[in-house]
């Protein structure tokens, strides 16, 4: 048998399901509670952006919910930014966009597909800009990169590889944080800095669970 024949061909399907699904949140208290507290859903990462993107862009943070099987889903919270539209209606109250709602807003919405490594994620943008949707960009932030651009409806789409894997030091750091933005958040006073500086005495008060990475979810009797 020739070389060639023995050559492994990939397939034209190159994704590993979802790596996440993405959606923005005004409550993060509440989403909080609703999939980690009430789902068990353990949260496994988050994203602490300050200065990202244009100058009128907030900050944000971006937090994972552990859904199983690998995948995903997410949360956006714009700090500063105030709730619009009916926000008691039934449905996807967010989906109910104007005008004049940020363009960030809208991209929050968006789905999150795997791929396993920097060859398939090339051969999607290869795909990609010969098309009527050509990448828009391609983003190496923390532990992954991705490339992106909207479908035919507007929505925005991400394909993914990851760079390396996330530590249990990592996820550790990911449960902190998204504790302390419950607790400013919950304090009437959700920013990046008070967040930030919540955390720092999260970290004082669970030093020796921060040195063996094991940590419960929440203990209340840490918290000063």
Request: aromatic content about 12%; overall charge negative; glycine content about 4%.
């Amino acid at each position: 048998m020739s070389e060639q024949e023995l050559e492994v061909v990939k397939p034209e399907h190159r994704v590993h399901g979802v790596d996440h699904a993405a959606f923005p949140t005004f409550n993060p208290a509440a989403t909080v509670r609703f999939y980690r507290d009430i789902l068990k859903f353990p949260v496994v990462h988050s994203i602490c952006a300050a200065g990202w993107g244009p100058e009128d862009h907030p900050d944000f943070i971006h937090f994972f919910f552990d859904i199983g099987n690998d995948d995903r889903i997410a949360f956006f919270y714009y700090f500063g930014l105030e709730p619009f539209g009916d926000q008691s209606a039934p449905g996807d109250a967010w989906a109910r966009l104007t005008p004049d709602t940020p363009l960030f807003f809208k991209n929050s919405r968006h789905l999150a597909i795997h791929v396993n490594d920097e060859e398939d994620l090339l051969e999607y943008r290869k795909r990609l800009d010969a098309s009527e949707w050509p990448v828009e960009m391609q983003v190496t932030h923390e532990t992954i990169e991705s490339i992106y651009t909207h479908d035919p409806n507007g929505y925005m789409v991400e394909i993914t590889r990851s760079l390396r894997p996330v530590t249990p030091e990592e996820d550790f750091d990911a449960v902190l944080t998204i504790d302390a933005l419950v607790d400013v958040f919950e304090a009437g006073e959700p920013t990046l800095d008070a967040l930030l500086t919540r955390k720092a005495e999260l970290i004082v008060a669970r030093a020796e669970q921060w040195e063996s990475a094991q940590l419960p979810i929440r203990d209340s009797e840490l918290i000063p």
